[in-house]
C-alpha cells in the first residue's frame, strides 16, 4: 500500500483552515496547483444571491499550458497516456512531449480553419487520444469546447450545436463499440442540415469506412496535419473566461449548456484529483468515465493532466470481447487506480466472479465510483472482489454543475461505509434542508444544498443566466440545490438517494423526462406521454413511459419498436424506454398538468396509498392505469 498523502491531523487542520478562511485556504491551494501568468487581484468575490461570483479575478493563466507545457522539464518522456481501442490489439501511447507537439499541431489546424479566442467548437469523437488532444488545443487558443457524448443521435447534435453556435465540428468517419460500428460521421452530416454556421468539419480516419463528403466543409485531419507547424503559442486566459460548455439535462425538455470557466475549474479539478486519488509519481491511473460527460472532463482530462499523471485512456467497453476486460487491463497496464462507475460495477459482478481468476489486480490500491448511488453489496463486491480487500473505495458525489467532487472519504482518513459519499471536501459545506428551508436533524431525507461558493462551481448556463438562477438558486436562497435528496447521519456522513426533480439516472447517465417525452410525443402516434423511473437490477433506473395514442391509432404489434425508434433518433440509444404502456388517459391536475408522482407509484406497484388525488382533473384514468401496468423485470 503507498503512504496516504495526508495524516489525520493533517487532514484536520486543512479542513479547518478552508471553513474558517477560505479566501486563504483557496489562495494557498492556487498558488501550489497551478502556474498563473499573472497572479490574480482577489480570490474570491461575489455571493449566490447576487449571482456575481467571480473566482480567482484578473489572474491568467492557460489550461493547456498547465496540462501539458509545464510538465515537459521534468516529464516529457513520462507517458500521459497509455490507450488500448474497442479492438484490444490496437493500442498507443503517448508521452507528454508528444503530447506537447499533437497539441500545438492541433490548435494549429483550429486556426488555419479561423477558429480563435471565444469561439465554440464542438467534439463529437469516440474515446481515442484525438479526443484529450482535440480538447486541448481548444484551450490552447481560448476556444470554447463543446464535447459531445457519441452515443448521442444527430437531433441531440444538432441542439447543442445551435445552442451554443458552434462554428466547427470535429469528428470521426466511425467509431466502435463492442461489436457495432457507430456513423458518426452520418449523425454529424445529419445534424448540420440544420446548423448553417459550421464552416468546417474535420474527421478522423478510424478505419477505411467511406463517408460522404462535402468538398467545402469537410476536411481528413490526417491531411490537415501536413501543413502545420509542431509549435504553437498559447493564449493568456483570464481565470473567469469559459473554458468549455457541456450539456446535461434538466428537469424541462431542453438541455442545459452548462458553462465552466478557467481558473476555478483548474484549481478545484486538480486538488480534488490529488487528494481524493490520492495521486503519487508512479500511479497509472484509469478513469473509465466517456469526455463525454463531465467525469470525462474533469477526472480523465484536465484533473490528473494538471497533475501530470499518467492514465490509461480505453474506447471499449467492459464486457468486450468479455467480461474479463477491465480485470485484463488492470494487469496488463498495472493500473494503480480504478475510477468507474456503479453500473460497470454491477454488470461485471452479474457476469460472475470466474471472470476474475485470471488477473489478480494486484497493482490496484485505490478505487473509485461516481455519478449514482453505489448499493452496500455492489460497494462489498467491489472492495473484496476486484480490490482483494486491500483498497479504499472513495464513492464521490458531485454534477456536471460542480465541476469536481464535493463529497467523498479521502483515503487513508475517513473510516468508510459503503454507500456513502461520507464527508464534504475542503472548504465545501453541504446541508440538508427541509422544504420549508430549515436545516434537517440526522438521519432525516431532505434537499441537499451547499451553503458556500467552490471554485469549481459552473459560471452558468450558456445564454441562460435565467435558467441558472431559477434552477440553483431561487428556491432556496442563499444556496445552491443540487437536485438530489439525501441525509445526514450522525457521524456526518452523506447519504445521497436520487434526484427528486425530474431527473433520472440511466447507467449513470442523467435524462431529462421532458427531454424523453418530448422524443416520444415526436412519433406521429403519439398524442400524450409521461415517463417516471423504475428500479433496474444493472441500470439502476431504467424508463417507463405511459403514453396516450392519438384517437386514431390502434395498438398493433410494430408500435412499441417505432416509438422506441424515435426516441433513439430524437436522443440516443441511452433513452430507450424499457416499459411502454398504453393508456386511455393520464392523471392531470385541472390545470392540465400530468401528476407523475402517481404515475411513478403505479409503475413501481405501489399503488396501496397514491397520495392526494383530490386534485385530478378526471380520477377515472387511475383504475386503467393500474389494471394495464406491466410487471417490472
Ligand atoms: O443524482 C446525483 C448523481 O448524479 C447526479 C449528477 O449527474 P451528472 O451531472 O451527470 O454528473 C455525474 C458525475 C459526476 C447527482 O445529482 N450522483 C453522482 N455521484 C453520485 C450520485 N449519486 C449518489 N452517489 C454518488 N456518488
Given at each position: 500500500m503507498k503512504p496516504f498523502h495526508l495524516n489525520q491531523q493533517q487532514y484536520q487542520e486543512m479542513y479547518e483552515a478552508s471553513l474558517a478562511n477560505p479566501a486563504q485556504f483557496w489562495d494557498d491551494q492556487a498558488k501550489k496547483y497551478i502556474t498563473w501568468f499573472k497572479p490574480y487581484d482577489n480570490v474570491l468575490e461575489g455571493s449566490f444571491l447576487e449571482q456575481n461570483i467571480r473566482w480567482f479575478k484578473n489572474g491568467k493563466l492557460n489550461a493547456c499550458y498547465n496540462c501539458v507545457d509545464r510538465h515537459l522539464p521534468a516529464k516529457?518522456?513520462?507517458?500521459a497516456f497509455y490507450w488500448e481501442g474497442n479492438d484490444p490489439n490496437e493500442t498507443s501511447q503517448l508521452t507528454y512531449q508528444t503530447l506537447f507537439t499533437q497539441v500545438c499541431r492541433f490548435a494549429n489546424i483550429l486556426k488555419q480553419k479561423?477558429?480563435?479566442?471565444?469561439d465554440r467548437v464542438c467534439i463529437y469523437l469516440p474515446m481515442i487520444p484525438e479526443a484529450v488532444i482535440a480538447m486541448l488545443a481548444c484551450a490552447r487558443i481560448g476556444a470554447v469546447h463543446s464535447v459531445i457524448f457519441g452515443g448521442f443521435s444527430s437531433e441531440a447534435i444538432k441542439n447543442r450545436i445551435l445552442d451554443a453556435d458552434c462554428k466547427m465540428v470535429i469528428t470521426a468517419n466511425i467509431g466502435f463499440r463492442a461489436n457495432k460500428t457507430i456513423p458518426l460521421k452520418d449523425n454529424v452530416d445529419e445534424a448540420l442540415e440544420s446548423c448553417p454556421n459550421v464552416k468546417n468539419v474535420m474527421v478522423i480516419k478510424r478505419n477505411e469506412t467511406k463517408t460522404l463528403w462535402h468538398e467545402k466543409r469537410d476536411f481528413w485531419y490526417h491531411d490537415a496535419?501536413?501543413?502545420?507547424?509542431d509549435d504553437c503559442p498559447y493564449e493568456e486566459m483570464?481565470?473567469?473566461?469559459?473554458?468549455f460548455i457541456l450539456y446535461t439535462s434538466g428537469s424541462t425538455g431542453k438541455p442545459k449548456g452548462i458553462l465552466h470557466t478557467t481558473g476555478g475549474y483548474l484549481v478545484y479539478g486538480a486538488i480534488t484529483h490529488d487528494l481524493i486519488f490520492n495521486h503519487q509519481a508512479n500511479d497509472i491511473y484509469?478513469?473509465?468515465?466517456?469526455?463525454?460527460?463531465i467525469t470525462g472532463h474533469t477526472y480523465t482530462v484536465y484533473g490528473p493532466l494538471t497533475n501530470g499523471t499518467t492514465s490509461f485512456l480505453f474506447?471499449?467497453?467492459?464486457?468486450?470481447?468479455?467480461?474479463?476486460r477491465y480485470w485484463e487491463l488492470i494487469d496488463k497496464y498495472k493500473i494503480t487506480t480504478l475510477y468507474t462507475s456503479p453500473t460497470a460495477i454491477r454488470a461485471l459482478r452479474q457476469e460472475g466472479?470466474?471472470?476474475?481468476?485470471?488477473?489478480?489486480?494486484?497493482?490496484?490500491?485505490l478505487l473509485g465510483s461516481v455519478g449514482e448511488p453505489i448499493n452496500p453489496e455492489v460497494w462489498e463486491w467491489y472492495h473484496e472482489k476486484v480490490g482483494n480487500n486491500q483498497c479504499p473505495i472513495v464513492d464521490t458525489w458531485w454534477q456536471t454543475e460542480t465541476g469536481?467532487?464535493?463529497?467523498?472519504p479521502i483515503p487513508g482518513i475517513t473510516p468508510l461505509k459503503p454507500g456513502s459519499a461520507a464527508w464534504p471536501f475542503f472548504g465545501i459545506q453541504p446541508d440538508i434542508l427541509d422544504d420549508k428551508g430549515q436545516i434537517c436533524a440526522p438521519n432525516k431525507m431532505g434537499k441537499l444544498v451547499i451553503s458556500q461558493p467552490w471554485p469549481?462551481?459552473?459560471?452558468?448556463?450558456y445564454n441562460n443566466p435565467e435558467r441558472f438562477f431559477d434552477t440553483y438558486?431561487?428556491?432556496?436562497?442563499?444556496y445552491y440545490l443540487a437536485g438530489d435528496e439525501a441525509k445526514r447521519d450522525e457521524d456526518g456522513y452523506f447519504w445521497v438517494l436520487g434526484r427528486f426533480d425530474d431527473v433520472l439516472k440511466i447507467s449513470g447517465h442523467r435524462i431529462g423526462t421532458g427531454e424523453v417525452e418530448n422524443a416520444l410525443l415526436n412519433?406521429?402516434?403519439?398524442?400524450e406521454a409521461a415517463v417516471v423511473p423504475v428500479p433496474d437490477k444493472i441500470k439502476g433506473e431504467s424508463i417507463y413511459a405511459f403514453i396516450v395514442l392519438k384517437n386514431d391509432i390502434s395498438v398493433k404489434d410494430t408500435l412499441k419498436q417505432e416509438i422506441i425508434q424515435s426516441v433513439r433518433k430524437f436522443?440516443?440509444?441511452?433513452?430507450?424506454?424499457?416499459y411502454i404502456q398504453f393508456a386511455t388517459g393520464l392523471p392531470k391536475t385541472r390545470?392540465?398538468?400530468?401528476m407523475r408522482r402517481i404515475l411513478k407509484k403505479i409503475a413501481n406497484n405501489d399503488i396501496k396509498d397514491l397520495g392526494d388525488?383530490?386534485?385530478?382533473?378526471?380520477?377515472?384514468?387511475i383504475q386503467d392505469l393500474i389494471q394495464n401496468k406491466l410487471p417490472l423485470k
Open positions: 516529457a518522456n513520462q507517458i479561423n477558429i480563435s479566442k471565444g496535419l501536413q501543413s502545420v507547424a483570464d481565470a473567469d473566461s469559459p473554458l484509469w478513469c473509465t468515465a466517456d469526455v463525454g460527460w474506447e471499449g467497453v467492459p464486457n468486450y470481447p468479455t467480461p474479463a466472479d470466474e471472470w476474475l481468476k485470471n488477473s489478480t489486480r494486484e497493482s490496484l490500491n469536481g467532487i464535493l463529497i467523498s469549481g462551481m459552473a459560471k452558468t448556463i438558486f431561487k428556491d432556496y436562497p442563499g412519433h406521429s402516434s403519439v398524442a436522443i440516443g440509444a441511452i433513452a430507450t424506454p424499457h390545470s392540465g398538468k400530468i388525488t383530490s386534485t385530478l382533473a378526471d380520477p377515472n384514468v
